[in-house]
T-cell receptor
Framework: AQSVTQLGSHVSVSEGALVLLRCNYS??????LFWYVQYPNQGLQLLLK??????LVKGINGFEAEFKKSETSFHLTKPSAHMSDAAEYFC?????????????FGKGTLLTVNP | EAGVTQSPTHLIKTRGQQATLRCSPI?????VYWYQQALGLGLQFLLW???????NRGNFPPRFSGRQFPNYSSELNVNALELEDSALYLC??????????FGPGTRLLVL
């Protein structure tokens, strides 16, 4: 069974400050890991994903995440927050193939960016 | 390239009625997934269809059902609606085993 824990349901940063959103996962098989962003009254937009290979993954809008197997973590970072980054962020895990291919999501982290 | 589309955007029903939600995948994608995003419950996997077959089902009662058509579009049906079915229903599509891309969702309100 898979699970995702996002530490902090709400993170507040100042514009220009570092953004760090934490995600820890549990998976019995090698995971695929994803970060999605949801703006108000919209669907989910893919920010970045890790499947295999390089553990530091770069995504859209200046975000990146690092897969750390030993820590079962996939934290999302951005060096400098922008007002437009304010949204809800979801970390998700899926198994790498098999009949159980579905996304299991964390509870989400609401990011607020203060001017 | 057009993204995943869903209709209607909003749907209001009363308890006991049936709701039908529709999803059109990205061209070339054969898999369609349905997720429920209910207040306080987060995003939960409902159903996965690929090549017209139901491949996986989440922990939802049988009154949640669906189908996938030959053109890969999909329908989600919710029978005997209950108040707690009020939620945002998200559809995603992918090539099989690949990244899922989401539509804008259908917001269902049950009165």
């Amino acid at each position: 069974a898979q699970s995702v824990t996002q530490l902090g349901s709400h993170v507040s940063v100042s514009e220009g400050a570092l953004v760090l959103l934490r995600c820890n996962y549990s998976s019995s098989v090698p995971p695929y890991l994803f970060w999605y962003v949801q703006y108000p009254n919209q669907g989910l937009q893919l920010l970045l994903k890790y499947t295999t290979g390089a553990t530091l993954v770069k995504g859209i809008n200046g975000f990146e995440a690092e897969f750390k197997k030993s820590e079962t973590s996939f934290h999302l970072t951005k060096p400098s927050a922008h007002m437009s980054d304010a949204a809800e962020y979801f970390c998700a895990v899926s198994e790498s193939g098999g009949s159980n291919y579905k996304l299991t999501f964390g509870k989400g982290t609401l990011l607020t960016v203060n001017p | 390239e057009a993204g995943v589309t869903q209709s209607p955007t909003h749907l209001i029903k009363t308890r006991g009625q049936q709701a039908t939600l529709r999803c059109s995948p990205i061209s070339g994608h054969t898999s369609v997934y349905w997720y429920q995003q209910a207040l306080g419950l987060g995003l939960q996997f409902l159903l996965w269809y690929d090549e017209g077959e139901e491949r996986n089902r989440g922990n939802f009662p049988p009154r949640f059902s669906g189908r996938q058509f030959p053109n890969y579009s999909s329908e989600l049906n919710v029978n005997a609606l209950e108040l707690e079915d009020s939620a945002l229903y998200l559809c995603a599509s992918s090539r099989v085993w690949e990244t899922q891309y989401f539509g804008p969702g259908t917001r269902l309100l049950v009165l």
